[in-house]
């Protein structure tokens, strides 16, 4: 019987732990928001309209 391949997974580095005032902080109503810092840091746009997004996205509703 053929054997299965075998998959290599990259190992990932292990992300920073997220500090307030830095990476996020809450606004009026208590939610938590993301910082421009901390959307650089993680590199990339999750298109979701985010206040802060450094990559331009903006939402349409």
Do not use: D, I
Request: aromatic share 14%.
């Amino acid at each position: 019987m053929p054997q299965p391949k075998q998959t290599q997974h990259k190992k990932l580095a292990t992300p920073s732990p997220l500090r307030e005032g830095v990476h996020f902080y809450y606004n009026e109503q208590g939610l938590m928001v993301f910082t421009e810092a901390y959307h650089l840091e993680r590199g990339y746009c999750c298109k979701s309209g985010c206040k802060h997004c450094p990559y331009g996205y903006r939402k349409t509703v």
